[in-house]
């Protein structure tokens, strides 16, 4: 099970095959032709980089770019019309893009909502919820979606990840470019959720976070899957050697850990899952100071969340 995206890798494969003319030497460098067809042939599905910004400091950040507030998208080399920035990220209309990419189905914008079923993908999503749902998977929006000009849209990040194609953010020559437009759905939940950390995180949640908002829910959970990717807890296997792992927590021995989850906990478990992380990384939790041994990341509700000093 995948839980976290490599930008890194990402970003080396995709620069390879990206037919734009200005690239950060900080992505891709080099003139090998033949490594350059390694990285194409080897292009991961579902990815979306972006080039000459983040790895590059000579480079402006798109809010103190002239300002602009929004960027063409192309599919290939034919426009598709506005990315619209929100934050650091450029949204578009959902509508839009599958009729840019020439997907057809059943869809529902009403601007504040939609759904859609097309091109394999079942989507909904709706305007002041953090995360919407795609082929039962749950994906966390930091902006949330926006109802722009009456139709929603979404982070293109987020579509490219349930379409299964790639894209890039040149913010050198300011445009975003589909370059591969052949459809791989997003995984569905039932192939990718495990049955068993589902059952035991929302566990994990109910006894820990019961009456606590539901973004602190989420960071309890992301805590187990910080673990299991930590090389510092034994390499568990799973969220159950997480949770049941000698003397870790104290909802094991004292039977809190077999508490009955509502429906918010088994949501913010499969959010966890699924790779949102409200604590920047913590692999502790606590409800009063751990001291000097240990860096508070976030405090969230009335948990405090803490990696080792």
């Given at each position: 099970m995948k839980y976290r995206w490599l930008p890194r890798i990402a970003a080396i494969v995709c620069a390879a095959c990206l037919a734009v003319?200005?690239?950060?030497q900080t992505v891709f460098a080099g003139d090998d032709s033949q490594a350059a067809d390694e990285y194409t042939a080897e292009l991961p599905q579902a990815t979306f980089v972006v080039l000459g910004g983040e790895?590059?400091?000579?480079?402006?950040?798109?809010?103190?770019?002239?300002?602009?507030?929004?960027?063409?998208?192309?599919?290939?080399?034919?426009?598709?019309g506005e990315c619209t920035l929100i934050g650091t990220q450029p949204y578009v209309s959902v509508a839009s893009f599958l009729k840019a990419l020439g997907v057809t189905g059943d869809v529902n914008d009403q601007g504040s909502a939609l759904s859609l079923a097309a091109g394999g993908v079942v989507l909904t999503a709706r305007t002041g919820q953090a995360w919407f749902e795609c082929n039962e998977r749950y994906l966390y929006l930091e902006n949330g979606a926006q109802d722009l000009g009456g139709t929603l849209a979404l982070p293109l990040e987020q579509l490219v990840k349930c379409f299964g194609i790639t894209a890039a953010w040149d913010r050198v020559q300011w445009r975003v470019t589909v370059e591969n437009t052949q459809?791989?759905?997003?995984?569905?939940?039932?192939?990718?959720?495990d049955e068993s950390d589902v059952?035991?995180?929302?566990?994990?949640?109910?006894?820990?976070?019961?009456?606590?908002?539901?973004?602190?829910?989420?960071?309890?959970?992301?805590?187990?899957?910080?673990?299991?990717?930590?090389?510092?807890?034994?390499?568990?296997?799973?969220?159950?050697?997480?949770?049941?792992?000698?003397?870790?927590?104290?909802?094991?021995?004292?039977?809190?850990?077999?508490?009955?989850?509502?429906?918010?906990?088994?949501?913010?478990a499969k959010l966890a899952l699924d790779g949102w992380d409200p604590t920047g990384g913590a692999t502790y939790i606590s409800g009063r100071d751990m001291g000097g041994g240990y860096q508070c990341l976030a405090l969230l509700g009335g948990l405090g969340f803490y990696t080792a000093a």
């Open positions: 003319g200005v690239m950060s790895t590059d400091e000579a480079t402006p950040s798109p809010e103190v770019t002239d300002n602009r507030t929004s960027l063409p998208l192309y599919i290939g080399e034919d426009y598709a459809i791989v759905p997003l995984q569905s939940g039932s192939e990718f959720y059952y035991w995180l929302s566990r994990m949640i109910c006894a820990m976070a019961a009456e606590e908002p539901f973004e602190t829910k989420v960071a309890v959970g992301s805590v187990c899957v910080n673990r299991m990717e930590d090389g510092g807890f034994g390499h568990p296997e799973n969220i159950y050697q997480v949770i049941f792992a000698k003397n870790q927590f104290d909802i094991v021995t004292n039977g809190m850990i077999y508490s009955d989850p509502t429906g918010d906990d088994v949501l913010a």
